[in-house]
């Protein structure tokens, strides 16, 4: 058994993942690092994990400059307010070898037909045929990172909007 767990920092318009494992007695037996081309603001929050890969979805989300600028810089917003979902861009998988798989596996991106948000990931596997599956709960109409219940009508929870499929 292992514990994982990754950091996920902007680099110019890339994003630097870096993931560490650790065994039963507290010790780092892997630092792996990655640099996700294109990546940056890709809302890294949730990785999954297979007996041989990390899995990062790469969100379609953008950094609102004009709101960090004028409402971030002066404390009239909060710097999740500042990030939009950005429908026509492409959410995008990327599958890093975890050590004990490398040389028999390689990095890879994956674009998803459909542009979604996601939070957190609920399992991961490779099958008998050899194909990764990823579990995530997908939010097709993005995510509305200012809504709260002080500034949004109830209904809109109600209603399915921003809900997974």
Known sequence: KRLVTFSASERGLDNRIVVWEFNEDGERVAR??????????????????????YIFVENPIRLDMKKFLLEYMFGKACIAECLEFVPSMDTRIHVIPRPCAQGKEEYK????????????????????TGDIILDTCALHEGMDFSANLKTTDVSYYNENVGRGA
Do not use: Q, W
């Not at 640099?35 to 007996?51: Q, S």
């Open 109 to 128: 991106v994956y674009t998803c037909p459909r542009a979604f948000f996601t939070f957190h990931h609920v399992n991961s596997f490779i099958t008998s």
């Open 32 to 53: 792996v690092e990655k640099t996700l081309p294109n990546a940056a603001f890709g809302f890294f929050h949730d990785m999954a994990v297979t007996e041989k890969h």
